[in-house]
């Protein structure tokens, strides 16, 4: 079955950039998404598309996309921003989510 | 402001069916640029994707979990349903259903990403 490979955890300085990347064989043919979940709430989508921002997302989150990783960056990470992020893309028509890492802001 | 809210039973036995509801509020399931899906994640663990559907009752189902799921819609109530048969404690978690939206790209559509999601409803699966 289809995989995405993120790293379990990340930490970064508090107005650091933060750079959490997602590994699959088919991604260089398929959109990604980022969520952030936060302990105890639902996850929210922070970029689709590989690039996109959907509105209300602050602009320092960013995402990119090279051959088989896409790559969600927090420029001058806050402190709000410690979380779970989970990449998800399509494998034929089946939805895959990577195994999340922990992004603590220290 | 479109809404999702999962209600049913929190505390089902192995081999019982669970059954949820996602009731939508501030928008239609019969949008037909929508799909509706089910999201589950075990306490302390990542995140599961069961299925989607389309109120024109197009379906996707994990291959994991095909065999024991059925995911249902009904417009009149602007509701869709997930049903998880003989359940057993691997299938205790925090379950979320979601919009899930399709973008097109010249005559091809896809599915996309989730937004937004429900709270969220825990099913504890013990005897």
């Known amino acids: 079955s289809y995989e995405l490979t993120q790293p379990p955890s990340v930490s970064v300085s508090a107005g650091q950039t933060a750079s959490i990347t997602c590994s699959g064989d088919?991604?260089?043919?398929?959109?990604a998404s980022w969520y952030q979940q936060k302990p105890g709430q639902s996850p929210i989508v922070v970029i689709y598309q590989d690039t996109k921002r959907p509105s209300g997302i602050p602009e320092r989150f960013s995402g990119t996309s090279s051959g088989n990783t896409v790559t969600l960056t927090i420029s001058g990470t806050q402190a709000m921003d410690e979380a779970d992020y989970y990449c998800?893309?399509?494998?034929?028509?089946?939805?895959?989510f990577g195994g999340g890492t922990k992004l603590t802001v220290l | 402001q479109l809404q999702l809210q999962e209600s049913g039973p929190g505390l089902l036995k192995p081999s019982e069916t669970l059954s949820l509801t996602c009731t939508v509020s501030?928008?239609?399931?019969?949008?037909?640029?929508?799909?509706w899906g089910w999201i589950r994640q075990p306490p302390g663990k990542g995140l599961e994707w069961i299925g989607s559907i389309h109120y024109s009752g197009s379906t996707y189902y994990n291959p994991s979990l095909r065999s024991r799921v059925t995911i249902s819609v009904d417009t009149s109530r602007n509701q869709f349903s997930l049903k998880l048969t003989s359940v057993t404690a691997a299938d205790t978690a925090i379950y979320y259903c979601?919009?899930?939206?399709?973008?097109?790209?010249?005559?091809?559509?896809?599915?996309?990403?989730?937004?937004?999601w429900g709270q969220g409803t825990l099913v504890t699966v013990s005897s």
């Open positions: 501030g928008g239609s399931v019969s949008s037909s640029s929508s799909y």
């Open positions: 979601a919009r899930l939206g399709i973008y097109c790209s010249g005559d091809n559509c896809y599915l996309s990403y989730f937004d937004p």
């Open positions: 088919k991604l260089g043919d398929q959109y």
């Open positions: 998800q893309a399509w494998d034929s028509n089946t939805a895959v």
